[in-house]
């Protein structure tokens, strides 16, 4: 009979309920309790009954010899259907059945064989119900069960003091038939309220859907809200309680007026309990969801029917999960309308390989150019940022390089994708950081980190890495700005302003990321032209930078006037859009132009160098 039991356990344990301590004791509430453990955090998937004095008894309820109910049915709970479940038909146990009858007895097993839990089930996740002797005894020979024990009387054993965090006791008024029935009753509503939750899930099913199977057995009115306060599902069944919800459930969204409920809607993180109030005479169990990192919305349920219970709350958080997994469903479904390549740019930011056809045919559905030039912006958001302001923020940043931009979520940041065509300036480093100072930072108070720009989007990875680099740098950058007395409250952290502390910082450096973060300079470009049009750029801009600008050395150097010097400097400077009276620019130019000299052999040092002798 037990090897049975291994064999359906270990076969559908991934269905099994989840049964919590304080939810048997909601159950067992009309009985005696006569001894509570001190720690409560117990969390069982199914029970086992030992005979009354013998711990190798076993009893199997009759409904382990049929299967746990199969959720992968096309039907969703409440949907008309020509053939229902035969399983769920066969299992259906109504939550208010009438506990079974005290002269109910069933028949005493057989005991030959000692209870070896399965491998699919540990011992600490399995109920036992025994007599007080049974129990004794399983509790001394294994280390981690939890034992339902039933006490004749009124006198407890000294021995249950040694095992108080694994024993419940109930007094016995009734057999011990009686209260396994109690027991099987509750498992299979657990787990057949479980299976429709589930089945909602696996099928796609809608918020209303989910809320309606939740409050089946919650008892209670279930409302989903997104983080505009507009209704998204609530449990149809039952009449909204109080005015505010009547409101809700009326106009499909939150009333106008700040109420102090609604404050409670973006106030914590978790499951949180709101009192009751002369307006509200009940309690409430609130908590926000955050799909992906970013806020979703929030789900309520208003403790009318069912009073507030340390139960209800574990019941209420096993529907939250399967209701979390609804919302993501949902939330894809809008971020696809809202941001039809999110998902494309999740993926890359990954690191995973992905397949260049599809890398093209993402690319073609984008607004991006052909031959873009790119820089991903990271805004650092907090918690209450994605409550309270997250649609504001977005708003203002869809703004960004004159909207030539995406945005999207990723883990917990928001990420701004700019793009251009092959240009000199439109990406520059400084048209972006006034960008983020006037639309980001003034209105928000938000600090930026700021890629450099790249050319290739399967780099995405990347550059999220170099934002978070430059934000993780960010008290070393104003460290230095307040040395060389430049501007104190920087807002906007560029990538370059934190590379020569990446490079000091980095002990074995990842070679990927640092040929990435040279991989784009505007020397490379300058050095292409100059090849192209038979122009050497390259060297008027070394000694300008090697000669600390000064003009004068650079002519005489370069046997040119020095008026000729300084058009050509800020000619350059207007085109690529930088300042070199700036010394953060100077450096990179400065560490540019050591990464040519060590990347491009000398022969070619040599031919742009050699040029000036010759001229």
Known sequence: MRSELDDIIKTHSKVLPSVTLEMLLDHFSDHQIMSVPQATAHDFRWFWTLSKNDTSANLLPDMLTDAPPDVSSNALPNASSDTPSRTLDALSVAPSAPAPNSSDTLPDPPSDTPPNLPDALPDSK???????????????????????VLAIGDHLPNWLAQFKNRVLVLRQKETLSYFTVLVQQFFVQQLIWESQLDRVVY????????CEVGCSLLHNFISVVDKDMNLLGYSKSIAPPDSFLAQL??????????????????KRKGISLIEAT????????????????????????????????????????????????????HWRKRIKVEAPHYFFFSKLLSGNTINDAYVYEQMRLTKIPHNPQLKLIVLELNEQDWINRQQ?????????????????????????????EDSDSQLSH?????????????????????????????????????TKVALSLKNTIQNELYAVDEQHDKSVFLFEDALIYCLLSEANPNQRFMRFSFSHTLLQKIHQEDIANNTNYVALFWFY??????????????????NTVLYHIDKLQKRFDFDLSLQSAREKMLLDFKTFFLTSGHESVKRVFDTLEDN
């Open 126 to 148: 399995l109920l036992y119900i025994a007599h007080m002797d049974a129990a004794h005894q399983l509790l001394q020979q294994q280390l981690y069960a939890f034992v339902l």
């Open 203 to 210: 099928q796609d099913g809608s918020l209303n859907d989910i």
């Open 430 to 466: 400084r048209k972006t950081t006034n960008d983020l100072s006037h639309l980001i930072h003034q209105p928000f108070g938000l600090t930026s980190g700021v890629s450099q720009i790249f050319e290739n989007i399967c780099d995405l990875d990347m550059a999220y890495k170099q």
């Open 278 to 329: 002369p307006e509200s005479p009940f309690k409430k169990l609130y908590c926000p969801i955050f799909v992906q990192g970013s806020y979703f919305g929030s789900v309520l349920m208003s403790c009318t029917t069912r009073s507030y219970s340390l139960g209800l709350e574990d019941i209420f958080n096993i529907f939250l999960k399967r209701l979390t997994m609804v919302c993501t469903s």
């Open 249 to 266: 459930v009326k106009t499909g969204c939150a009333p106008h007026d700040i109420t102090d409920l609604q404050k409670h809607f973006v």
């Open 392 to 420: 504001q923020i977005i708003k203002a940043a869809s703004k960004i390089n004159h909207g030539n931009c995406y945005q999207f979520p990723h883990n917990g940041d928001l990420l701004i994708l700019c793009y251009a």
């Open 545 to 562: 930078l090697h000669h600390e600008r000064n003009a004068t050395l650079v002519a005489k150097r370069l046997h040119m006037h020095r």
